[in-house]
């Protein structure tokens, strides 16, 4: 396939985090410019932390119909599944993308 691309292919592999703070490309001779941990954390936590608390709320109902699903560890991979899945593919996308030029301002 690589002699019909117009460009060449450019392959990168990186943890989930890593996908959403992606290194600002920098000036000529300098490294590219990557945010702050204390920003990255505080932008994970704001999302996860109320989805610790809307989400288990969410399934309380379907825990109590369902008893074995409430069950002590099977509920917390449940929640815990549900949470990841909302932070990866619907907020943090996103949100990263709405707090970006704060992430990677120069203080």
């Known amino acids: 396939m690589q002699p019909h691309l117009e460009v060449a292919e450019q392959v990168s592999v990186g943890a989930g985090i890593d996908y959403w703070f992606q290194p600002e490309p920098a000036a000529a001779g300098e490294p590219p410019m990557k945010p702050p941990a204390w920003k990255q ?39 815990a599944a549900v949470i990841v899945a909302i932070v990866v593919w619907l907020i943090m996308p996103r949100y990263t993308e709405l707090v970006h030029d704060w992430l990677f301002r120069k203080e």
């Open 41 to 79: 954390w505080l932008i994970t936590t704001s999302v996860i932390w109320p989805l610790t608390m809307v989400v288990p709320w969410a399934f309380g109902p379907v825990f109590k119909a369902l008893p074995a699903l409430g069950a002590y560890g099977v509920a917390h991979g449940i929640l």
